[in-house]
């Protein structure tokens, strides 16, 4: 009954449904791919696993089409990153924030073209979105491996050091970052490699996964970040 609970109260919110959306349109994907080429008697069912597939990322592109004010508040706020430290974390983010905020009306007219909404070559669209999704995994793999490298410092001081500047709690803070970090990078990597995948042919890897390999990719990337709004969950109701 509690992880009904949950779930039902996840799904109350828009960021949770679009969690639970993507984390099965993968995986049908995932399964799907499997069953079509490795199960010739089970083809058919891998068919429909892979249009169940399509149908929800179409569901996820159709829901993005509200995404725009929201990611334009979270950029106004940010700004200029005033409050970062880290010279190097505020100019990533910043560009990170602007490929965000770009992508999201390219991705529109891709859609509309191909809903026959808009008079334009889709192709060119959805290859624009593409590549500004694409930067900004990037962006944030580079702003991931940064900030672990900048944590681990901190944890290699002498222990001294932790006695008289970093408190108990505050070093397993700071290894709690490490851990959040590294599912990021972890999930930013398995994005990127399937945003390479879906750029035009010739560039790198594209077109050369095969169905399942996108899918387990996709639900590796989900999966993580289920797993970190969870965690992030319980640190919120832990907080005095």
Same mark, same amino acid.
């Given at each position: 009954? *509690? ?19 993507? =984390? ?6 995932? +399964? ?27 569901? /996820?592109?159709? %829901? /993005? ?9 979270? #950029? ?12 190097? +974390? ?18 529109? *007219? ?9 008079? +334009? ?5 959805? #290859?624009?979105? #593409? =590549? ?19 944590? /681990?410092?901190? %944890? ?10 970093? #408190?108990?709690?505050?070093? /397993? =803070?700071?290894? =709690?970052?490490?851990?959040?970090? *590294? ?46 709004? *969870? ?10």
């Amino acid at each position: 009954m *509690v992880a009904l609970s949950d779930l039902a109260s996840a799904l109350e919110s828009y960021r949770g449904r679009d969690r639970l959306i993507r =984390t099965l349109g993968y995986s049908c994907q995932l +399964v799907g791919g499997v069953l079509v080429e490795q199960c010739p008697a089970r083809s058919e069912v891998g068919t429909r696993l892979l249009a169940l597939s399509s149908q929800l990322s179409h569901c /996820r592109i159709v %829901l /993005r089409l509200f995404d725009d004010a929201a990611m334009f508040v979270y #950029t106004k706020q940010y700004g200029l990153g005033a409050e970062e430290e880290d010279v190097f +974390v505020r100019c990533v983010s910043i560009l990170g924030n602007l490929a965000d905020q770009l992508y999201y009306p390219c991705e529109h *007219v891709a859609w509309a073209a191909d809903a026959k909404i808009l008079h +334009v070559d889709s192709a060119r669209w959805w #290859t624009l979105s #593409t =590549t500004l999704w694409g930067l900004s995994l990037l962006l944030g793999v580079a702003r991931s491996l940064w900030m672990v490298l900048k944590l /681990r410092q901190r %944890l290699r001081k002498p222990p001294e050091a932790f006695t008289s500047r970093l #408190t108990r709690g505050k070093r /397993r =803070t700071v290894e =709690t970052q490490i851990c959040s970090e *590294v599912l990021t990078l972890l999930s930013n990597l398995a994005d990127l490699a399937n945003a390479v995948h879906w750029l035009p042919p010739g560039v790198l890897w594209a077109g050369r996964f095969p169905q399942w390999l996108v899918g387990l990719l996709g639900t590796l990337s989900s999966l993580l970040s289920v797993y970190q709004a *969870v965690q992030a969950g319980r640190q919120a109701n832990d907080t005095p």
